[in-house]
């Protein structure tokens, strides 16, 4: 049985990607024989403003250094919108900057942004238009919006919920979301993206919701465990996570 240490950087008020990360795992675990452990740095944040968001991630450096003490196998870096807002295609300037300190630390280690990962998700998909809802102010929901369409996304729909407290953002009741994903104009849709941020708590509803919309529902946790997985060369499949990682995709 082969045990994969999986490094985690996190926003100090980050409270969900600890939790559904490992809860996508566990039941991959019950259905593979590998086996995952979870390692955490962290990055200071409190509230969702584009202050803060710069100031943490000018941290990651620091936190995949430490990752990578730890002799972490994959990183996975669990801010999204602090990625998308830093500019365009950063995504990928920021996985290969995270993997050269762990180069320089003598571990190496692949870095996966679930910024990056959502993108890659949606293309696995082959999903060009989406609806989205996200935790963010409007402002920082339009930079979203248009970074993904830089990477040839479109979003024909999204939903901002205003929520700047990033406790708040976790502390959102996940069974409302499938309500909000339908309010959307998402019938040209290929897929929708359930929560775009892994703060915001939506892996129990996203069965729900694939039910209720009749399409792909994702998530940035399920996509950042998507591409976690085919980091570390394993099969991408974890029952109980809609159709990204239902097999189809492995």
């Given at each position: ?127 060009k238009k989406i609806a989205m809802v996200t935790p963010y102010p409007r402002p920082l929901a339009r ?108």
């Amino acid at each position: 049985m082969t045990s994969y240490r999986i490094g985690q950087i996190v926003p100090s008020s980050n409270v969900t990607m600890e939790t559904e990360v490992p809860a996508l795992l566990r039941a991959r675990e019950a259905i593979a024989p590998e086996r995952f452990t979870f390692h955490s740095s962290r990055m200071r944040m409190t509230r969702v403003t584009p202050e803060q968001l710069r100031a943490m991630d000018a941290e990651s450096d620091r936190c995949a250094a430490e990752l990578s003490d730890a002799r972490v196998d994959v990183i996975g870096y669990a801010c999204l919108v602090a990625v998308m807002a830093t500019g365009p295609g950063y995504h990928r300037e920021a996985e290969q900057r995270l993997h050269r300190r762990t180069v320089e630390n003598g571990a190496p280690a692949p870095v996966v942004t679930s910024a990056g990962a959502l993108v890659a998700g949606l293309h696995t998909l082959g999903a060009k238009k989406i609806a989205m809802v996200t935790p963010y102010p409007r402002p920082l929901a339009r930079t979203v919006v248009d970074y993904l369409a830089r990477e040839g996304v479109e979003v024909l729909d999204h939903a901002a919920l205003e929520i700047a407290d990033n406790l708040e953002v976790a502390a959102h009741d996940p069974a409302r979301l499938p309500a909000i994903a339908k309010g959307l104009a998402h019938s040209g849709a290929d897929a929708v993206v359930l929560s775009a941020c892994v703060q915001l708590p939506s892996l129990s509803a996203v069965e729900e919701a694939e039910q209720q919309l009749g399409k792909p529902v994702v998530s940035a946790a399920i996509c950042t465990t998507h591409q976690l997985l085919r980091a570390l060369g394993l099969p991408a499949v974890a029952p109980g996570a809609g159709h990204l990682l239902s097999g189809a995709y492995r």
